[in-house]
C-alpha cells in the first residue's frame, strides 16, 4: 500500500463520511479477514513468514484475494494482512480472523494450510491454534474469552491488531479523522479544550499533568507560531505502550496532534521517536503521507481552513530527551538537557514559541474524547483519574504483553487475573512500577488501586506504565543497583547532585551487592538519595533516588542482611554464591560442562566434575541444567 | 532463525567522496542548527561510526564551532565515535530482561567472543558487543538485537546457535573469496 489509497482527497466532511461506509461495509461484510501480528514482538517471532505462507496458500488454493479494500471483490474473497499489536507478545506470532473473531496464537508458517482449509473454507476454528489454559486445558476460540483479555478495557488499544495500520481506509471505517471533522466544523478552539479539560484526562507519560490546563495556557499565549509535540521518546525499561500504539494505530496519535493543533493554534507539529524503534517510524511515515493525500493533514484540511503538517524526528538516544524541556533542545539540534520551567514550553518552548507536548497515548486518547464526550470519559476509571492506562506488564508473571485496564484496577487483578500469577510455582514478591523513576510494591499493595495518586501515596508512580513483577528469587538491592546503573549512565551532567550523587549511590550499592557493604553505607546511601530528590533541576534528578527509597521503605531487612550477615537473601547476588558440585550425586554426565559458556568445569565421562572457581562467573546455568541436583549454590 | 542478518558494509571511497556525500546531506536537509543530529545520523548511516574529519566538516558545512558537534555527538547513545565490527551485537538491558537474566547470556556472549572487560568491539572487526538500554520488546525478555534484527526469548543455546550461523556465513564468503582469486 505504497501508491495513493483513495484516489482522491476529501474535501469535505460529507466526503470523509461517504468514505467511512464504503470502507466500514468493504471490512465487515463480503470477505473473511486474516489480520497477522505485524509488531515488533511478532514480526520477531517469524509473522512476515506467517503472512507470506498464508497469502501463497490462499493463491495456491484458488482462494480469490482482496488485493483493495474498496475494490469490488467476489464472495469468499480473503484478504490478509499485517495489524497491529495485540499485547499478548507471549504467545505470538497471533493471526485474528474476522468476522468470526477467531484468535490464534504461537502460529507458524505451516500451519497456513490448517488455517486456510478449515477456517477460510469452513468456517472452523484451528484447535490447536486457539490459546489454551495451561492450568486446565481449557481452550478459548475468542479474544474476548481469554482471562489475559477478560478483564480489559479497550480504549486505546481497541483498533491495535483489528485494522491495518498502513491502510488510512481502515482507521476512517472504525470512526478515524471523524473526530477532527466534528472539531474543525462544528466546535470552537475554546469548545475542544473544554471538553479535554471536563474529561479530566491526564499525560500519560508519567506525569499526570492535567492536559487540558497545558492545552489552555498554550491557547492563550500570544504568537505567530505554535508547535505541538508528540513525545515518542519511550526510554523507560521495561515500557513498550507507546511503541504498540505507533505500530498499532498511528493515525490516532496523527489525529490528536491535529486536533490539538486546531484547539491551540497551531500549524505544525513534530512526533519525536526513539530512533530504536525503526518499524514505528517506518508506519508513522507511510501515515502521514497517506494522511496528507488525503486532505486529513497539510493545508485546508478537509476543506476547511486549518492547516496542520507533521514532521518526524529520529531521537539518537539519550533517557533525558523524554523530559519536555530536553527534547525541545534536542529537536532544535542541541544536547539534550533540560532547562528550568518557568518559561513552560506553553509560553516558550520549541525555537522560542508557545508549544504543547504530550506524550503518545495521551493523544491517541484525545479523538475518543472528542467523539464519545468528556461525560463517557470520565464513566471509565476513577473520578481523579478518568479513563484507561496501558501497562506493560513483564517479568516473572505468566502472561505477559501489552495491558489496557481502566484506571483504579487493583494490582492483584492485573498481576493474578489479568498476568495469571508468578511463573514456575515461584511466590510474588514485587512489582517495580514506573521504571528508574518509580517505585516497587509489595504483598500488601495488592488491593492498591493503579491511578495517580493512590500510586504516589505509598511512594511509586504510575511513570510511563511499565510493571515489572517480580519473584522470590530477586534481590530488591540488586534492582535498586540495576536502575541507579541506568539513570547514573543517562544523567545529563548539567545538576551536580544528580551527575556526582548518582555516581555515588551506584558505588554504594555496587559495594554492598559485591558483599563490602557496612552499616553506615545504607544510612550514607539514604542521605545521598534524599539529597538528590531536592537538589535536582528536572524529573530524572529528581526521582533518579526513587527505587533506593522505595526498596529501602519496604526491604530495608534485605539490605542489612547483606551488610550484617554476610547474606542475600534471594540468593541472586553472584558475590555471596559458590558453585560447587556434589561427588556423591553426580554421575558425570558432562552435561553442565558442555552448557557452562567459559568452560568452568571439567571431569571424566561417567566420573565426578568439578567447578574451577577462578573461571567460573557464576551465571548458575549448571545448576539449571543439573537433573541430578548435584549443584550446589 | 537460519535467515542471515543483513549487513550494511561501510562505504569505501576515498576522503574526497565521504566529503561530498556530507556535501549532499547538509544540502538536503538544510545548513542549520536543528538539522544537525539529522545529518550525524544519516553520515553515521553510511560510514557506521562518525570519523573525526567527518566532524569537523560538518561543523564548517552548518557554520558551528566543532567543539559544540563533538558536544552533541558524544551526547547520544546512538552516536559511535569509533569504527564498530561487522555484525553489532546488541543485549538488551531493560528490567524486563534484567529480571530474565540476562546476565548468562552477556558473560557467555563475552566470553564466545574473546572480549576483555572494557572491550567491545572483536580484534578482527568481526563483531562489536553493546548492552543497551531498553529496546520495548520486553514481552519477548531476554532480547537480542543483531544489526537490526530482533531476536527474542533468547537463551545461551539459541545464541550460540545465531553465532555459529553468522560463522558459517562468513566462512562460506571467504571460501568463494578465494575461489574468485
Known sequence: MTTAVLGAALSSPADLIALKKRALQALESGCTRLVVCGGTGCTSNGSRQVLDALNAELAARGVPLVADLLEEHPDGAVRAGFGGCSGFCEVGPIVRVFPANFFYVRVRPQDAAAIVERTVLNGEPVEHLLFSDEATGERFATRDEIPFYREQAGVVLADCGVIEPEDIRQYIAHEGYRALASCLFGMTPEDVVREVTDAGLRGRGGGGFPTGRKWELTRRSEASKKYIICNADEGDPGAFMDRSILEGNPHAVLEGMAIAGYAVGADEGYIYCRAEYPLAVQRLRVAIRQAEEARLLGERILGSSFDFRIHIKEGAGAFVCGEETALISSIEGRRGMPSPKPPFPAQSGLFGMPTVVNNVETLANVPRIILNGAGWFRSVGVPSSPGTKVFALTGDVVNTGLIEVPMGATLKDVVFKIGGGIRNGRKFKTVQIGGPSGGCLTEEHLDLALDYDSLRSVGAMVGSGGLVVMDDSTCMVEVARFFMQFTQSESCGKCVLCREGTRRMLEILEKITSGRGTVDDVGLLEEVAIAVRDGSLCGLGKTAPNPVLSTLRYFRDEYLAHVVDGVCPAGACQAFRHYSIDPEKCKGCTLCAKKCPVGAISGELKQPHTIDPQTCVRCGVCLDVCRLGAVVA | ?181
Open chain 2, 1 to 181: 532463525m537460519t535467515q542471515a542478518v543483513a549487513v550494511r558494509e561501510p562505504a569505501q571511497d576515498a576522503a574526497g567522496r565521504r566529503f561530498e556525500r556530507i556535501q549532499q546531506l547538509v544540502e538536503e536537509y538544510g545548513a542549520s542548527r536543528s538539522a544537525l543530529i539529522p545529518i550525524l545520523q544519516k553520515a553515521q548511516e553510511e560510514y557506521r561510526y562518525l570519523p573525526e574529519e567527518i566532524l569537523t566538516f560538518i561543523a564548517t558545512a552548518l557554520d558551528l564551532p566543532p567543539s559544540t558537534v563533538f558536544g552533541v555527538a558524544t551526547f547520544y547513545a546512538q552516536f559511535s565515535l569509533e569504527p564498530v565490527g561487522k555484525y553489532v551485537i546488541k543485549v538488551c538491558d531493560g528490567t524486563a530482561c534484567h529480571v530474565r537474566k540476562n546476565q548468562a547470556l552477556i558473560s557467555s556472549l563475552r566470553s564466545r567472543l574473546g572480549l576483555k572487560e572494557g572491550q567491545k568491539t572483536t580484534p578482527d572487526m568481526r563483531y562489536t558487543l553493546e548492552i543497551v538500554s531498553c529496546i520495548g520488546a520486553c514481552a519477548l525478555a531476554p532480547a537480542v538485537v543483531i544489526n537490526d534484527r530482533v531476536y527474542g526469548q533468547m537463551t545461551a543455546d539459541k545464541m550460540k546457535a545465531v553465532l555459529d550461523e553468522i560463522e558459517r556465513v562468513e566462512a562460506a564468503a571467504a571460501g568463494d573469496g578465494k575461489e574468485e582469486q
